[in-house]
T-cell receptor
Framework: GAVVSQHPSWVICKSGTSVKIECRSL??????MFWYRQFPKQSLMLMAT?????????EQGVEKDKFLINHASLTLSTLTVTSAHPEDSSFYIC????????????FGPGTRLLVL | AQRVTQPEKLLSVFKGAPVELKCNYS??????LFWYVQYSRQRLQLLLR??SRESIKGFTADLNKGETSFHLKKPFAQEEDSAMYYC???????????FGRGTSLIVHP
């Protein structure tokens, strides 16, 4: 089946530093990748949608200069949290669409970010 | 605008009892509806989708356009069904999903 990986699985950083999270589709080409944020015991909040080779489309309220998304290839998308602050601490999940069932998303395991 | 409502944050049942997780949606067109499940310490994964009309792990969900609902049902809950369940909607022609807030199902032995 289709597998999506994320790296790192967790990261702790100091306030003001930037953190990059990678999302890879391991055995299929992802035409579209999604980035979500999940707060404890809450639903997934879609942050942005990215298609390979084009700029990401950000949801309302998400700062694109704060959360930089790059989708350089059909198997890799990165999310960079720039100048991270404690309020950016969260669980970030990526998903990829593609593979055998085009309408289905395959989710990564998530990355837990803690900003001190 | 499309919206997905899961009215219950938590649903607690005993093993062997029937379970129904509610999902209501608002969308003017023809929606595609999904149920995703997230077991403890695992990633979110697709459970079933309405166009497949299939039963997965004993769960079924029927799209009721009149009531704009897509409730997830299982006649006899098992302990391993304990998880977070998310209902999601995709509008026709769009690949961007809208998720409900999720319902935590706990099945007691």
């Amino acid at each position: 089946g289709a597998v999506v990986s994320q790296h790192p699985s967790w990261v702790i950083c100091k306030s003001g530093t930037s953190v990059k999270i990678e999302c890879r589709s391991l055995d299929f080409q992802a035409t579209t990748m999604f980035w979500y944020r999940q707060f404890p015991k809450q639903s997934l909040m879609l942050m942005a949608t990215s298609n390979e080779g084009s700029k990401a489309t950000y949801e309302q309220g998400v700062e694109k200069d704060k959360f930089l998304i790059n989708h350089a290839s059909l198997t890799l998308s990165t999310l960079t949290v720039t100048s991270a602050h404690p309020e950016d601490s969260s669980f970030y999940i990526c998903s990829a669409r593609g593979g055998a069932i085009q309408e289905t998303q395959y989710f990564g395991p998530g990355t837990r970010l803690l900003v001190l | 605008a499309q919206r997905v409502t899961q009215p219950e944050k938590l649903l607690s049942v005993f093993k062997g009892a029937p379970v129904e997780l509610k999902c209501n949606y608002s969308y003017s067109g023809s929606p595609e509806l999904f149920w995703y499940v997230q077991y403890s310490r695992q990633r979110l994964q697709l459970l079933l989708r309405h166009i497949s009309r299939e039963s997965i792990k004993g769960f079924t969900a029927d799209l009721n356009k009149g009531e704009t609902s897509f409730h997830l049902k299982k006649p006899f809950a098992q302990e391993e069904d304990s998880a977070m369940y998310y209902c999601a909607l995709q509008s026709g022609g769009s690949y961007i999903p809208t998720f409900g807030r999720g319902t935590s199902l706990i099945v007691h032995p």
